[in-house]
């Protein structure tokens, strides 16, 4: 009985130290929180004050940068710099807007001999206000200041800028005299900035400041040119909100005292009914090793009926454990015979891996041979890739504008992006008999394929054009057509690889402006001025429906004959660049924003359309893998002289 009762005695002494740690808590957390809302308080008064300074300054920021946008016109205003050495009034007049336009207080003009050679200004200003002396000094060595002046009418913010021709923007050269603009600060310019930042503000002269100022109130200094304050721009905000905050934080701070008295109370008064009973019965389970006394408490969902169920959990799993000891006892001589069926089983496992030991070698043998393999084939890949891109620099150098070509037509662009290394489109270009002769074709193929295709062309092209006589361009297309078949044995046979090639062929003859065009599925694009609209319209020509090459139809090729003008914009170009898939919806380019694009474009220069163009086809190709070689080639017909 007095084990139980000394049990009873700890347990509540436990209790009531718990209660009053629970109430030294709340208190220290009541006087934590008095003292952080009073921090709170002081801290919103500062970022009040900051956000205050910050929307003024910017305020202030934006009316000199309006004041210096006008000085920087008009001392970069070539006028002017005649106008400080040769002043005259009608001119001023005509050229300089009055200052109430810009709503500006004066300007005021001088020469680089500091004589005022023109001045205007508003009222209340008069006349008579003066620009000191020593400005002109600073000026002259940083090109541009800005500061405050004092008059009888407040405090006035000056910009000056020293003038300069339009030519030296940067004004690195010296100066030809000075310009300054200023702006009252009146009580109606100070109404404006108050009702921007929703607070009261106020202009002071230094000395009317006391050295004892107010916590929560602002002051922004205005200086002169030698950087003396003038006047103190005081900026004060109500706080009636931050006042509210700290009457709720107190009026919350009393009430968690009060809440925490009736728990306290509530806690003392349950005491006995909810803990001592539960622990005497507990106690008495635990002395007398009777687990059937706490089926009552054990139905309970509190703490004391989940300490019952547990004991009893205990009771009923020692009884447990008694009975699996004995049938561990039992069950002894069955892991003697379990052990001996191991060691047998580990046996095999160990020849096993064994086995597996000897295959990992064979792998390792057989990944040996595999990297000599790769080695090899990377080395395979590297020589056909440096030979390649040598057969670029041939391909390249076999497709380089000839320089007589760049006199007559100065004004050209092309626009040649192979998919690959090698590029199966080539264009070809030839003087001779006093025409020029032009070709953009797209072969069969891609890469090494139709790079030999491309060389095989314009060896042919070399040789028709070697024949002499004024061939038209259809008869060029049918001879190359000829040569083609008879080079790759085409027969027109089932089953036959139909290599070609799609073609536009231009023929210019420069002394009677005019162009021969014949074209093997390809159309030829010519951007002209309509003299009715004086608009500039895009003529598609159209080809024949048939390559260069074997095919269904072996017709001969048609003969076009346009007439230029000066300024026409000619595009012989390949399918490449509308086959492209890209864009948004990843289509194909297609030819009708083709066609819109090169409209689009045609009078501007040669190498802002090849920029726009390049532009284009990246930003639609995106991350796809280019689709075809692309050819773009562009001729202004604006020839320097007639070919003799």
């Not at 009762?5 to 740690?21: D, G, P, V, W």
């Not at 003529?539 to 300024?567: C, D, Q, W």
Request: glycine share 4%; charged share 20%; net charge negative.
């Amino acid at each position: 009985m007095f084990k139980s009762f000394n049990m009873r005695f700890n347990i509540k002494l436990k209790i009531i130290l718990t209660l009053i740690s629970t109430f030294l808590i709340l208190l220290i957390a009541f006087i934590a929180f008095t003292y952080i809302s009073n921090k709170k308080d002081e801290y919103l008064k500062l970022v009040q004050k900051e956000e205050l300074n910050g929307t003024m300054r910017s305020i202030m920021l934006l009316k000199t940068d309006q004041l210096r946008r006008l000085t920087t016109d008009y001392s970069c205003f070539d006028w002017m710099t005649h106008f400080v050495d040769a002043p005259n009034k009608s001119e001023a007049i005509a050229n300089i807007t009055p200052v109430t336009t810009y709503d500006l207080s004066f300007m005021q003009i001088y020469n680089l001999a500091k004589k005022q050679v023109y001045i205007d200004y508003s009222t209340p200003i008069t006349g008579e206000v003066q620009i000191p002396p020593k400005v002109f000094d600073d000026l002259y060595k940083y090109r541009y200041i800005e500061f405050f002046m004092s008059s009888p009418y407040g405090p006035l913010q000056v910009v000056g800028s020293t003038i300069h021709p339009s030519t030296d923007l940067d004004k690195k050269t010296n100066p030809k005299g000075y310009l300054f603009v200023a702006k009252l600060w009146d009580s109606t310019y100070i109404k404006g900035i108050q009702n921007l930042i929703n607070c009261r503000v106020s202009i002071f002269r230094a000395k009317q400041i006391p050295s004892q100022r107010i916590s929560d109130t602002s002051y922004i200094p205005l200086l002169s040119q030698n950087y003396k304050v003038l006047y103190y721009l005081v900026l004060h905000k109500e706080n009636s909100y931050i006042n509210r905050i700290n009457n709720l934080n107190q009026m919350f701070g009393w009430l968690i005292i009060v809440i925490s008295v009736l728990i306290i109370a509530i806690t003392l008064a349950t005491y006995n009914k909810l803990v001592l009973k539960p622990l005497k019965i507990i106690t008495y389970t635990l002395n007398t090793d009777s687990p059937e006394n706490l089926i009552e408490l054990g139905v309970r969902s509190d703490e004391f009926g989940k300490i019952s169920r547990l004991i009893m959990e205990f009771f009923h799993q020692r009884k447990t454990l008694v009975e699996k000891l004995m049938e561990i006892n039992f069950s002894n001589e069955q892991m003697e015979s379990l052990n001996q069926e191991l060691f047998s089983q580990t046996d095999e496992l160990q020849a096993i891996a064994d086995n597996l030991q000897i295959a990992n070698t064979a792998i390792s043998e057989k990944n040996e041979e595999i990297q000599k393999h790769r080695e090899a084939i990377e080395y395979q890949n590297k020589e056909i890739t440096e030979s390649i891109t040598y057969a670029k620099v041939i391909q390249d150098a076999v497709l380089s504008v000839p320089e007589s070509f760049n006199n007559i037509f100065p004004e050209h662009f092309i626009f040649y992006q192979a998919r690959n290394i090698l590029s199966g489109d080539f264009y070809w270009i030839k003087e001779h008999n006093n025409k020029i002769y032009i070709a953009g074709a797209d072969c069969t193929g891609h890469s090494l394929a139709g790079a030999l295709l491309s060389m095989m062309g314009i060896s042919f092209l070399n040789d028709i054009l070697v024949q002499g006589g004024n061939m038209s361009a259809a008869t060029i297309l049918n001879k190359l057509r000829d040569y083609l078949v008879e080079t790759l044995h085409q027969k027109g046979e089932f089953g036959e690889a139909h290599n070609g090639m799609d073609v536009v062929l231009c023929v210019i003859d420069p002394a009677t402006n005019t162009l021969e065009y014949s074209g093997a599925n390809n159309p030829l694009y010519i951007v002209a001025k309509n003299n009715e609209t004086g608009l500039h319209e895009l003529k598609s020509i159209k080809g024949e429906a048939m390559p260069v090459g074997i095919y269904v139809r072996n017709e001969s090729f048609s003969n076009h004959t346009i007439n230029l003008s000066i300024g026409d914009t000619i595009y012989i170009t390949t399918d490449g660049f509308m086959d492209q898939f890209g864009g948004p919806l990843n289509k194909k380019y297609n030819s009708r924003r083709f066609k819109n694009l090169l409209l689009e474009n045609s009078q501007k220069s040669m190498a802002d359309q090849l920029d726009q163009i390049t532009s284009e086809f990246n930003n639609w190709k995106g991350d796809n893998t280019q689709t075809d070689d692309v050819l773009i080639f562009c001729i202004r017909y604006y020839p320097v002289f007639q070919i003799d």
